[in-house]
Structure formats: C-alpha cells, structure tokens
C-alpha cells in the first residue's frame, strides 16, 4: 500500500476510534434525544456523518474507476498529506457551519441504525481508497461547498476532521 494511502487511512481509524469514545460517553438510553431544542442526538449525529461519508466513498469510488480507465498516472509522491492544521481548524466548534440539505440528519433515526451505517460508508470509503492505491489521487479534486476546491487526500483530511468536530459535539452535548 502506498504510504499516502495508508497514512490516511491510519487517520481514519484514529478518528472513528475517537467518535466511537465519544459515543460511548452518552448513556445509551440517550443517545436518541437532543440534548437541547437546536442539538442534534447523538443519533442525528451519526446519520449525519453516514451521509457525509457515504456521499464522499460514493463519488471517491466513481471518479476513482474514470481516473483509472482514463491512465490516471502513477502516485510518485511520498509526501505526509494530513494537514493537522486544517483538523484543528474543522474541530473548532466556535464556528457554526450549517448541514446542507442533503447532510441533514433524519429526525427518527436510531443510534444503532446511524452506527452501522456509518461503519458501512467508512468500508466503502476504504475500499474506494484501496482502488486508487498507487493512483496519484491528489491530482483529482471535487468541490467543497464552503472550503472550495479540495484534492482526494485533503477530502479524507476533511472527513476525519468532520468526525472529530462531531465526536467533540457528543462529548460535550451542545
């Protein structure tokens, strides 16, 4: 496995490692209720993030298989890609982003329900990340609605940064 390749998909485990910390903070019993009128449950918290993560495995695995039918080129470059910087950025809860429409967490959705699914996109997202191993992914880009133009290693960044922001989101249930 190239180490690009690994290095992100070491990050994406560290950061599930710290959802999963968070979620176990909140009693299960509690983990379908807002903690307030305008907070989303844990719950709504994790289908949120399946379906970030499911629509970025999605679009991963579809430009990946193109790229690679086009002669995407080989990855020559060993260089880290996790800006931590840019995670510590996204974790900073003082500054609300809102949901776009589609990202918005259904209301009724059991916790469960949201976790199993969320462990399902995350296998994609691998397994897309396992397709376009030793592909120079960072060549290819998709549009962020508000960080605008990120390459394929940066959208990992972003998504275990997203996860992170949100696991700080349970913890302190605001």
């Known amino acids: 496995m190239h180490s690009r390749i690994a290095e992100v998909i070491q990050l994406l485990e560290e950061s599930r490692a710290i959802l999963s910390a968070a979620v176990e903070t909140v009693p299960v019993d509690d983990r379908g209720?807002?903690?307030?009128?305008?907070?989303?449950?844990?719950?709504?918290?994790?289908?949120?993030?399946?379906?970030?993560?499911?629509?970025?495995?999605?679009?991963?695995?579809t430009r990946i298989a193109d790229a690679r039918a086009n002669g995407l080129a080989a990855e020559t470059d060993t260089s880290s890609v996790v800006d931590a910087t840019r995670i510590e950025r996204l974790k900073d809860r003082n500054t609300t982003i809102e949901a776009a429409g589609n990202a918005q967490p259904s209301t009724d959705v059991d916790w469960q329900t949201a976790w199993t699914t969320l462990h399902g996109t995350r296998a994609k997202l691998v397994a897309a990340l396992a397709d376009g191993d030793g592909l120079a992914i960072g060549t290819l880009t998709l549009p962020h609605r508000i960080f605008g133009p990120m390459d394929f290693y940066q959208w990992v960044v972003f998504t275990a940064g997203h996860e992170q922001r949100h696991a700080a989101q349970i913890r302190s249930r605001r």
Request: charged share 25%.
């Open 33 to 61: 209720t807002r903690p307030g009128p305008d907070r989303w449950s844990t719950a709504e918290v994790l289908d949120h993030l399946g379906k970030v993560e499911g629509s970025i495995a999605g679009l991963f695995s």
